[in-house]
């Protein structure tokens, strides 16, 4: 009885779901028929979340709140994990994310051809669970552990295909950036301990103690979590982590579990009561800087993943702008400010995390079809791929913050907020606005390359020409992700009332500016106007070229019949962009030698590199990595020696418990 009585409270439905998570791959490592296993783990993934989500959407909604505690007798304090309006918000990306790409992984990485099935099914599952835990944790060393299992599970995924040179390359980054912020974060609880006594997270806004200590618990929080978040110049680890993971891992990497960085940061600063003024400040630049350079970046790019990824340096960077102005509303006195930005920099928290796994998983049918990353070596993918064109045309819309979709909504607050600045005591705040259409407009620009270069005019290679629309597993997901950005767009209320919760365990004195300052009646109407706009020029388009043929002039120049040779390349479609960004991206160039009075055939091949990445930090983890050298001598291969060096450790902490 027992038993059933709590399979009825949604708060251990949704725990239950979160170990169904971290179980799903299990039984693909101990199957032979691999198919098996894979399907088996789709299955749990799609049950976990059709018990975490409506679950957590009625305790969000309806107000609900939970708390369980588990004496592990670890002189850590007592294992606590709750559900609070916080933590079941950001839930949301993890169990819709999650079994969407379990889903769309059958396609794309089915198991009969692929060898690193087995253990990309199975951290899949471990990263999801993790991320989760670390949502729900209310003590530091749990919160600890639950945050390496999830840095390690995103390695592990991220290495995939450890046989190339770059992927290798990029693991290592991003093992040393993500215990970079993890030792930051180390050095943050172990301070909450010294102040409180206790691993166990304060209670909202109980934290008062000196200026000078909270700033220096929030600037870890930002070195840590910012880290995590990709913020520049935190983000060294992102670009290359996301394009050389498979695209259902970049999906959840970009759409999920950069939002756990800022989750830790939300939470960090709800421990403190007044919050000072420079906070906003800081992240109100940092924000707007990520922005910026981020889709400067991007629209250089000529491999579709690592632009998707620098976009998302992009998008993380307008959350940051709205949780800086949230705190500069907030330590003004200017509550409207303070809900606009807050209120933006959730609701774009779930965009992000619905429009961007979208563009990874296009992103896979579009290399699944063409077999290859390089936007010069695509061109004339819509006619064999239509519905993957369709829904991609959907993410490019709602990522560049245009109706009729999601970014349109969630955007249009940020730019409320600053503008509604520009009459008021601070009006230097107003600034942010026209940055902010800066960053849109590039990002526009950015994905218009994208989708041209890749779905229209003709095909570059023979394997674009052949390319086969991907199977209905991997569009399901798509195809849902694209309905729910139309969702956001055209009637945001439905995601502002999974926000307000959040918002106002966050900033209860905002509850008095609870409303959307435009009647959200117009953005039905401006996204309906625009999908009528869009059908009639359609329709219009195919009545002029029904039934004709084309026809010309004997010499016409060779514009007549297109070819690949007179369309634009990805690189010069950016090539503008990519010369204003010359500080942040260099073009690296190979080019064969040519030899002998009959040469044979050249290539000639090029690739952009960030400057910071690969004229300052390689080199200097280079130097780090030889300095450290000695490191490597406590490595013997010898087990007596491990064992040696472990009853060592076990010693060391059984002195410093007694």
């Known amino acids: ?42 299955a749990a993934a799609l049950t976990s979340s059709l018990l975490a989500l409506p679950s957590i959407l009625y305790l969000l909604i309806g107000g609900g709140e939970a708390s369980f505690i588990l004496n592990w007798n670890f002189p850590f304090g007592p294992c606590e994990v709750a559900l609070d309006p916080l933590s079941l918000f950001f839930l949301i990306p993890i169990f819709l994310i999650f079994p969407a790409g379990s889903l769309y992984a059958l396609g794309y990485w089915p198991a009969t051809s692929h060898n690193s099935e087995k253990s990309v099914t199975f951290f899949y599952g471990l990263l999801a669970c993790a991320m989760a835990l670390v949502v729900v944790a209310r003590n530091g060393f749990f919160f600890m552990m639950a945050w390496e299992v999830m840095a390690l599970s995103g390695y592990f995924l991220l ?6 040179k770059e992927v290798r390359t990029a693991g290592i980054v991003y093992l040393v950036a993500s215990h970079l912020g993890g030792a930051a974060l180390t050095a943050l609880f172990a301070s909450l301990f010294w102040i ?19 700033s220096t618990l929030f600037l870890l929080a930002l070195a840590g979590f910012g880290s995590k978040a990709g913020m520049m ?33 939300l939470r960090v600063m709800s421990f403190v009561p007044e919050r000072p003024l420079w906070w906003g400040a800081l992240l109100t ?89 390089d936007l010069d070596r695509m061109g004339g993918l819509a006619r064999p791929l239509p519905f993957t064109a369709f829904f991609a045309l959907c993410g490019s819309i709602a990522i560049c913050g245009l ?47 994208l989708y041209g270069i890749a779905f229209l005019g003709e095909p570059r290679t023979e394997a674009a020409a052949h390319g086969h629309e991907a199977p209905v597993t991997m569009l399901a997901p798509i195809g849902l992700l694209a309905a729910l950005a139309l969702l956001g767009g055209l009637f945001p209320p439905v995601f502002m009332a999974l926000v307000q919760p959040a918002l106002r365990s966050l900033a209860p004195d905002t509850g008095l500016v609870s409303a959307l300052p435009v009647p959200p009646v117009w953005f039905a109407v401006a996204g309906g106007s ?42 010069s479609f950016g090539a503008f962009f990519s010369s204003l960004s010359g500080a942040l991206i260099r073009t690296r160039l190979h080019v064969d030698p040519v030899r002998g009075l009959a040469p044979a055939a050249a290539r ?46 076990l010693m060391l902490l059984l002195l410093w418990v007694h």
């Not at 290495?159 to 190339?164: D, K, P, T």
């Not at 695209?247 to 830790?264: D, E, P, Q, R």
């Not at 910026?292 to 959350?319: F, H, M, P, T, W």
């Open 403 to 449: 109706p009729p979709f999601n970014g349109f909504a969630s955007e249009m607050l940020l730019y409320l907020g600053f503008f509604g600045e520009a009459r008021s005591a601070a009006p230097f705040i107003a600034l942010g606005a026209p940055l902010l259409a800066m960053v849109g407009g590039v990002a526009v620009i950015a994905f218009v390359k």
């Open 159 to 164: 290495v995939a295909e450890h046989g190339e």
């Open 530 to 571: 625009v999908i009528i706009l869009a059908a009639v020029l359609y329709l219009f388009l195919q009545g002029r070229v029904q039934g004709r043929s084309a026809s010309g002039p004997t010499w016409g120049c060779g514009y007549l019949r297109p070819s690949p040779r007179i369309q634009y390349t990805g690189s």
């Open 1 to 42: 009885m027992l038993f059933f009585d709590m399979m009825r409270d949604p708060a251990f439905l949704v725990l239950c779901a979160i170990v169904l998570a971290g179980c799903s791959g299990l039984p693909g490592l101990f199957l032979r028929h691999g198919t098996l296993g894979q399907r088996l783990a789709s």
């Open 285 to 373: 630049a940092v924000g707007l800087t990520s922005a910026l350079a981020g889709i400067c970046v991007a629209s250089a790019q000529k491999d579709i993943k690592r632009l998707l990824a620098y976009s998302s340096i992009e998008n993380l960077g307008i959350i940051t702008t709205g949780i800086g102005l949230f705190l500069l509303g907030e330590g003004s006195g200017n509550p409207r400010l303070a809900f606009l930005g807050l209120a933006a920099a959730l609701f774009h928290v779930l965009n992000h995390a619905i429009f961007k796994p979208l563009l990874f998983f296009c992103a896979g049918s579009v290399m699944h079809a063409a077999g290859t990353r």
């Open 196 to 214: 409180t006594g206790s691993f166990s997270f304060p209670a909202p806004q109980s934290l008062a103690v000196a200026g000078g200590v909270t």
């Open 604 to 649: 000639l091949s090029y690739a952009p590199e960030e400057t910071l990445l690969h004229r300052v930090v390689l080199p200097f983890l280079n130097i780090a990595g030889v300095a450290c050298a000695f490191l490597r001598r406590l490595q013997h291969g010898e087990v007596q020696i491990y064992i040696l060096y472990i009853f060592a450790t």
């Open 233 to 265: 110049p935190l983000h060294l680890w992102l670009p290359s982590a996301h394009a050389n993971a498979p695209s259902h891992v970049s999906a959840l990497l970009s759409g999920v579990m950069l939002k756990v960085g800022i989750y830790g940061l």
